[in-house]
């Protein structure tokens, strides 16, 4: 909870509590601390749902000192015994748990030694066309979110998604949960401070790119990309048009995510789907190879431009989530900047048959929930990482889920009962997902061998001989 809502709770305890004094006074004054900082709550803070029932206490409360006023005499009232207070102790318990359970939601901070900013901008590839839009003739326009070591930190923290307004709902209608239930994530800030000076680096600084999964977006996974930011890296995440959840172009245009793109694949056989989701992915591929390209030319201004004067683009790194999984493959066969990659419950079924068949020659991390791996997906994986030709490695880790790999494990004590992650507490996945990351990405582009990682009981971790 946020600092006015606890203070108010407080009040509220407290005044409940002085329902059997008898000091009208004190009740009067809390009755009006309680509507106070309601307000303060209101105009800083701002309103949300799950607050609904604690705002009718303490307004409930305000209604009757009102309505007693003209009444009021110099006598005190009698006490009201110690049932009124406990009915309303249970009250007020009650009206705690939705703030509680669906809190603000914040992401840990990064362990790193460097403050993190961050920046997002439109990219357009004329070379290509928008194959999923209705106007098939448009080139293809992508937004890119950036996370780097910064000078200092500065400022207000960046929000954790700038377009909350139009992904709250999106999101919420996805998750199948009511249009609102999200509302409140528009509050939510990173520990990223927005176009913060870069620090200046006395060595090339190397560069990450990740890839959101279907129906993902940009900042899906902040707390990684924070993570690897306060490293020393140089994260680049582009939200895949028509393939994330929803795009929010600058000029306010809004790209819903494009269902036809990749039908689920339960509805069509594996020869009709895999062709589909390979044309998809190789999209996304074509994403990452378009933003080192932009990197490269020298030609960007503001503090994307001061960054890409500081960057090593010989130690190219990727990583991401199921279907950008899936994207990070395909780049690693096509592209020859990728230096290593890491895979997170990666889908294998958008991968053509071609590159599983020759593998890969980078090394390779490859992550995986306890509840992600199907057969069919499981025996495509099997062939590409027996075809592996680069160091390989693969971690398991039990008590997870799919959508463990994203920032929801740490948005609610309620994301394992909602199907949102697996019961393994959030805090522990994210430290062993952030502590995993750092470590081969430090050993692959940094080459510093990792000392020996905290031993995690929850994790099964084999290399590849």
């Avoid at 895999?274 to 503090?303: C, H, K, M, Y």
């Avoid at 230096?339 to 990666?346: F, H, K, Q, R």
Wanted: with cysteine.
């Amino acid at each position: 909870m946020r600092v006015f809502e606890i203070i108010l709770v407080i009040i509220l305890t407290i005044r409940i509590i002085n329902h059997s004094v008898r000091d009208q006074r004190l009740r009067d004054g809390l009755t009006l601390a309680a509507f106070g900082v309601m307000a303060l709550h209101l105009g800083l803070e701002g309103y949300r749902w799950q607050m609904l029932p604690l705002y009718g206490i303490a307004l409930g409360y305000t209604a009757f000192a009102l309505w007693r006023l003209p009444a009021r005499s110099e006598s005190e009232p009698p006490s009201r015994g110690w049932g009124l207070t406990l009915g309303m102790l249970i009250l007020l318990i009650g009206a705690l748990l939705p703030p509680v359970l669906l809190p603000v939601p914040k992401t840990p901070a990064p362990g790193g030694p460097y403050p993190v900013g961050t920046l997002t901008v439109m990219l357009v590839d004329d070379s290509r066309r928008e194959f999923y839009s209705d106007d098939p003739t448009e080139p293809r326009a992508i937004m890119v979110q950036v996370w780097y070591p910064a000078q200092t930190t500065g400022g207000k923290p960046a929000a954790w998604i700038d377009y909350a307004d139009v992904f709250g709902p999106v999101m919420a209608q996805y998750l199948e949960l009511p249009e609102y239930f999200l509302d409140h994530v528009r509050y939510s800030r990173s520990h990223a401070y927005t176009d913060a000076p870069p620090r200046e680096s006395n060595a090339p600084l190397p560069v990450l790119l990740f890839s959101h999964g279907w129906n993902g977006f940009r900042a899906q996974n902040t707390y990684q990309m924070e993570e690897l930011a306060s490293y020393g890296y140089v994260v680049l995440a582009p939200e895949h048009t028509y393939g994330s959840i929803v795009t929010l172009f600058p000029d306010g245009q809004v790209a819903y995510n494009n269902p036809q793109a990749m039908p689920y694949d339960d509805d069509l056989s594996d020869e009709e789907f895999r062709p589909i989701a390979n044309r998809l992915i190789q999209q996304w591929s074509g994403d990452l190879s378009f933003i080192l390209d932009v990197l490269g030319n020298n030609q960007l201004e503001g503090t994307l431009g001061e960054l890409s004067a500081q960057l090593d683009l010989t130690r190219v790194g990727v990583l991401g989530h199921s279907t950008g999984g899936g994207a990070i493959v395909d780049f690693c066969a096509r592209d020859p900047r990728c230096a290593a990659g890491l895979g997170m419950d990666t889908y294998m079924k958008p991968v053509s048959d071609k590159v599983i068949a020759q593998g890969l020659s980078q090394p390779f991390l490859f992550m995986f929930s306890e509840t992600w791996p199907s057969e069919s997906n499981t025996l495509l994986f099997d062939a590409l990482y027996t075809n592996q030709a680069g160091p390989g490695a693969v971690l398991s880790i039990a008590g997870t889920a799919h959508y463990d790999f994203s920032d929801l494990p740490a948005f609610s004590p309620l994301a394992h009962r909602l199907g949102l992650k697996g019961p393994l507490n959030g805090g522990r996945v994210l430290e062993i997902i952030r502590t995993y990351s750092v470590g081969f990405f430090d050993e692959y582009l940094r080459g510093n061998k990792p000392g020996p990682l905290p031993e995690y009981p929850e994790v099964e971790f084999s290399k590849k001989q």
